[in-house]
Structures are given as structure tokens and as C-alpha cells.
T-cell receptor, first 118, second 116 residues
Framework: AQKITQTQPGMFVQEKEAVTLDCTYD???????LFWYKQPSSGEMIFLIY??????QNATEGRYSLNFQKARKSANLVISASQLGDSAMYFC???????????????FGQGTRLTINP | NAGVMQNPRHLVRRRGQEARLRCSPM?????VYWYRQLPEEGLKFMVY????????ESGMPKERFSAEFPKEGPSILRIQQVVRGDSAAYFC??????????????FGPGTRLTVL
């Protein structure tokens, strides 16, 4: 079974609109972390936002927020007031288990290609 | 504070040659991870290292691939006798010694390996 599922291969959004990128995950471990990364056409991986499984509130970082619904095992990324520079691939990732000696491996979804239209 | 450094950014090898990819973690980071990304796919974990130790190599192919993170110098991912299927982007990430909640991995710009 897929650990991380991103069901939207591609999305097209008008500039200044809000956009939600879907991510569902599968784990039986009570302790885990969820991450979103952005990969522009230049290829680098840019960390956007993190949500821990025990965090009581949804994470926010500027225009990015994470809609964390634990019972549904979903961790959707919301980008408010989209900009042309938001056009990129977006990856959801999960780390399972208790941190013992630093972070453990990340499992990535297949990604969503977001295109912002002017 | 410099980010994660990887070199070379692009590497071309012929089948049968060796490829050496280097990664210098962020200052203060002692944990290094290597991931591979095939075209139009997500990243796949390969190996997790700390200084002079391989912690988790569950994602490494059993043959031709090796990784090290010596006491001094960068981490090296080495691919011997490359084949066309090794063509991919190889990303290195680093994280600090466990600081509690986040332990975010910060990625380098990647090395694009092309095998002719």
C-alpha cells in the first residue's frame, strides 16, 4: 500500500486564488511527521511546512497552511493568494516513528504539478 | 549560513564508469540522507548516515552502490559500473542532531546523473 498518496497529478489555478493540494497518508505508528516540499523547475527541493502527529493546531507558515485531519489521515497543503512563482511540483512526505537519534527517512508522494495562470 | 552543498550539479558518465557524488551538510548538521528521483516521480530514500556510521541503508541497491560520511570531509555516494537505469537526480539532505519536534531535512540542489 502507498504510504503517501497525492491524487492530483496536475492543477491549474488563477493567480491570487487559494489552492488546496491533497495528501493522504497511511501509517499505524502513533508518532509521525508530515512535510511539504516545493520543487520548482530549477530542481531544488524547498522545505515549506511541517506538522507533527501530536500537534494540536494546524501548522502555518506565511501563505502556507496545513489542513491536518488526523482521523481521515489527510494533510492537505493550502496556499493562499497564489502567485506566479508558486508554479512548481509539490511533494508531501512522511517520517514515521519516534525520533531517537535524529530524523529518520522520509517517504514521498508522487507529487502534484501546480501551474498558476496570470 | 550556507545550505547543503552538492557537487557536481551535473555529471555525465558512460556505461561501466564510476560516478562519485559529494554532499556537504549544513553547518552544525551531523545527519546526512541520500535520495534518488527518477523523472516525474517522487524522491526515494537510499541511505542515512551519521559521521563514520551508516544508520539505515534499506533503500540502497545491493550491488554497485555505496555511501560514506567520513569524520572529515563530505559525504560521498559512489556508483560503480553505472548503467543507463542509474540516470536520475540524486539529492542529499541534512538535519541537525535531534533537537526535538521537527528535525526537518534540508535538501541540497541535487546532482543530475546522465549515463550514456
Amino acid at each position: 500500500a502507498q504510504k503517501i498518496t497525492q491524487t492530483q497529478p496536475g492543477m491549474f489555478v488563477q493567480e491570487k486564488e487559494a489552492v488546496t493540494l491533497d495528501c493522504t497518508y497511511d501509517t499505524s505508528d502513533p508518532s509521525y511527521g508530515l512535510f511539504w516540499y516545493k520543487q520548482p523547475s530549477s530542481g531544488e527541493m524547498i522545505f515549506l511546512i511541517y506538522q507533527g502527529s501530536y500537534d494540536q493546531q494546524n501548522a502555518t507558515e506565511g501563505r502556507y497552511s496545513l489542513n491536518f485531519q488526523k482521523a481521515r489521515k489527510s494533510a492537505n497543503l493550502v496556499i493562499s493568494a497564489s502567485q506566479l512563482g508558486d508554479s512548481a511540483m509539490y511533494f508531501c512526505a512522511m517520517r514515521e516513528g519516534i525520533i531517537v537519534q535524529g530524523a529518520q527517512k522520509l517517504v514521498f508522494g508522487q507529487g502534484t504539478r501546480l501551474t498558476i495562470n496570470p | 549560513n550556507a545550505g547543503v552543498m552538492q557537487n557536481p550539479r551535473h555529471l555525465v558518465r558512460r556505461r561501466g564508469q564510476e560516478a562519485r557524488l559529494r554532499c556537504s551538510p549544513m553547518k552544525g548538521h551531523s545527519h546526512v540522507y541520500w535520495y534518488r528521483q527518477l523523472p516525474e516521480e517522487g524522491l526515494k530514500f537510499m541511505v542515512y548516515l551519521q559521521k563514520e556510521n551508516i544508520i539505515d541503508e534499506s533503500g540502497m541497491p545491493k550491488e554497485r552502490f555505496s555511501a560514506e560520511f567520513p569524520k572529515e570531509g563530505p559525504s560521498i555516494l559512489r556508483i560503480q559500473q553505472v548503467v543507463r537505469g542509474d540516470s536520475a537526480a540524486y539529492f542529499c539532505a541534512s538535519s541537525p542532531p535531534s533537537s526535538g519536534s521537527t528535525d526537518t531535512q534540508y535538501f541540497g540542489p541535487g546532482t543530475r546523473l546522465t549515463v550514456l
